[in-house]
């Protein structure tokens, strides 16, 4: 049974840095793109970035470019989002999701939608205030 649990999040003043961890575990698939989503109060779920599962290849959103990293650790079957410079609009639940399959754009990743995705995490908190 495919599963994500994230971990990480917490309360953090602007300007800080936290580090979200999604572990991955029951899947079978050879090629997928696990993607960090959020979900501020009253908004939309919206993507933050994703990575392949070679880990070759990443996207981000406008707005965390220059201040988000994703990466992966194949051995562990984990998937990191190291987040730096950290902003009160910051502020949100955020999601890991496995998508099986990869999307492509004239060579770039596609991170995709929603609902693109096969499976969800529980959610972590990251709240960004002084």
């Known amino acids: 049974q495919l599963q994500l649990v994230e971990s990480g999040g917490g309360l953090v003043q602007p300007g800080g840095s936290l580090k979200l961890t999604c572990a991955a575990s029951?899947?079978?698939?050879?090629?997928?793109?696990i993607g960090w989503f959020r979900q501020a109060p009253g908004k939309e779920r919206e993507g933050v970035s994703c990575?392949?599962?070679?880990?070759?290849?990443?996207n981000y959103a406008d707005s965390v470019k220059g201040r988000f990293t994703i990466s992966r650790d194949n051995a562990k079957n984990t998937v990191s989002l190291q987040m730096n410079s950290l902003k009160p609009e910051d502020t949100a639940v955020y999601y890991c999701?496995?998508?099986?399959?990869?999307?492509?754009?004239?060579?770039?990743?596609?991170?995709?939608?929603?609902?693109?995705?096969?499976?969800w995490g529980q959610g972590t908190q990251v709240t960004v205030s002084s």
């Open positions: 999701a496995f998508r099986s399959g990869q999307s492509w754009d004239a060579g770039r990743l596609q991170c995709g939608t929603t609902g693109a995705y096969d499976a």
């Open positions: 029951g899947f079978t698939s050879i090629d997928y793109t």
């Open positions: 990575i392949s599962s070679r880990g070759d290849r990443i």
